[in-house]
């Protein structure tokens, strides 16, 4: 056997092995998916169960048909898209304008050692402060609205953004930072070249983060102020004593925060491809 074929049975192998390799890794895929599904189906139906057989109480705990029922009896009437229209657009606008102003900010105290150093406690003192208490202090400035609920989110995303980023941009590997600079290439380079890719995957999980944060800063805020948004329906579901109200409520959350948290992960495989 000559060096040529030698190196075609070689390649054959690899591509075989690799092929075996994404299959194996699509079973898994499969197989994660199915428990997964199982699970939530299994706690429905105990819950569901444990409702209609009175294991708890109704009044408070409810059940999945009657949460169902509501969502869909209030979607019929129309009364629902407002409320979710709301959140979702409230939502929407504090997760990206958290990422993108979090990550200029990054940006910015990477670029100016000084500014880091100036900076630098303050960050710590804000990021130990309870964001929440801020909303009152938003909607004063504010009005009791849109604003104050979307800076009431940005309070929570931008330096969790910040940080994590900025941190990222210390960690990365200084014998690629000399290579572009041995070339003659400027800080500008640098930062395009080595910084921004190799800071990729801590972007990505600051977006998954801020997924969830950007969920309880609306909500919170929509719990001190609004008299619209699925925040609102919480609360009166909790003064009327209609807890069917608070779970599809809850139920709407989750479904709207997974959809957006599944956005993320397909940014992530478009960005990883790219790299």
Same mark, same amino acid.
């Given at each position: 056997?000559?060096?040529?074929?030698?190196?075609?049975?070689? #390649?054959?192998?690899?591509?075989? &092995?690799?092929?075996?390799?994404?299959?194996?890794?699509?079973?898994?895929?499969?197989?994660?998916?199915?428990?997964?599904?199982?699970?939530?189906?299994?706690?429905? #139906?105990?819950?569901?169960?444990? #409702?209609?057989?009175?294991?708890?109480?109704?009044?408070?705990?409810? *059940?999945?048909?009657?949460?169902?029922?509501?969502? #869909?009896?209030?979607?019929?009437?129309?009364?629902?898209?407002?409320?979710?229209?709301?959140?979702?657009?409230?939502?929407?606008?504090?997760?990206?304008?958290?990422?993108?102003?979090?990550?200029?900010?990054?940006?910015?105290?990477?670029? +100016?050692?000084?500014?880091?150093?100036?900076?630098?406690?303050?960050?710590?003192?804000?990021? +130990?402060?309870?964001?929440?208490?801020? %909303?009152?202090?938003?909607?004063?400035?504010? %009005?009791?609205?849109?604003?104050?609920?979307?800076?009431?989110?940005?309070?929570?995303?931008?330096?969790?953004? !910040?940080?994590?980023?900025?941190?990222?941009?210390?960690? !990365?590997?200084?014998?690629?930072?000399?290579?572009?600079?041995?070339?003659?290439? +400027?800080?500008?380079?640098?930062?395009?070249?080595?910084?921004?890719?190799? +800071?990729?995957?801590?972007?990505?999980? !600051?977006?998954?983060?801020?997924?969830?944060?950007?969920?309880?800063?609306?909500?919170?805020? &929509?719990?001190?102020?609004?008299?619209? %948004?699925?925040?609102?329906?919480?609360? *009166?579901?909790?003064?009327?004593?209609?807890?069917?109200?608070?779970?599809?409520?809850?139920?709407?959350?989750?479904?709207?925060? !997974?959809?957006? *948290?599944?956005?993320?992960? *397909?940014?992530?495989?478009?960005?990883?491809?790219?790299?």
């Amino acid at each position: 056997m000559n060096g040529t074929e030698k190196t075609q049975v070689s #390649g054959n192998w690899v591509r075989e &092995e690799f092929a075996r390799y994404r299959r194996q890794g699509k079973r898994t895929t499969r197989w994660v998916r199915t428990v997964q599904l199982l699970i939530l189906l299994a706690l429905i #139906g105990f819950w569901e169960l444990a #409702g209609r057989m009175r294991w708890i109480d109704v009044l408070i705990f409810s *059940y999945p048909s009657k949460v169902f029922h509501q969502i #869909g009896k209030d979607a019929w009437s129309g009364e629902l898209w407002p409320h979710i229209g709301m959140t979702v657009s409230e939502t929407v606008i504090g997760f990206l304008l958290g990422t993108l102003v979090g990550t200029l900010l990054a940006v910015l105290i990477w670029w +100016s050692p000084f500014l880091s150093r100036v900076l630098d406690p303050y960050m710590v003192v804000f990021n +130990s402060m309870p964001k929440v208490a801020l %909303g009152p202090i938003f909607i004063v400035m504010f %009005g009791g609205g849109f604003t104050a609920i979307v800076m009431t989110t940005l309070s929570i995303t931008v330096i969790t953004t !910040t940080l994590v980023v900025y941190t990222s941009f210390k960690e !990365t590997d200084a014998n690629y930072i000399k290579v572009v600079r041995t070339f003659g290439g +400027s800080k500008r380079d640098v930062f395009v070249k080595v910084m921004l890719p190799a +800071s990729f995957p801590a972007i990505v999980s !600051t977006l998954k983060v801020n997924v969830g944060l950007s969920w309880v800063g609306v909500i919170v805020g &929509e719990f001190l102020v609004a008299k619209i %948004g699925l925040g609102y329906l919480i609360i *009166y579901g909790f003064q009327v004593f209609n807890f069917t109200l608070v779970f599809a409520s809850l139920v709407i959350i989750a479904v709207v925060a !997974t959809l957006m *948290y599944q956005l993320v992960v *397909y940014l992530e495989s478009i960005l990883v491809k790219r790299r």
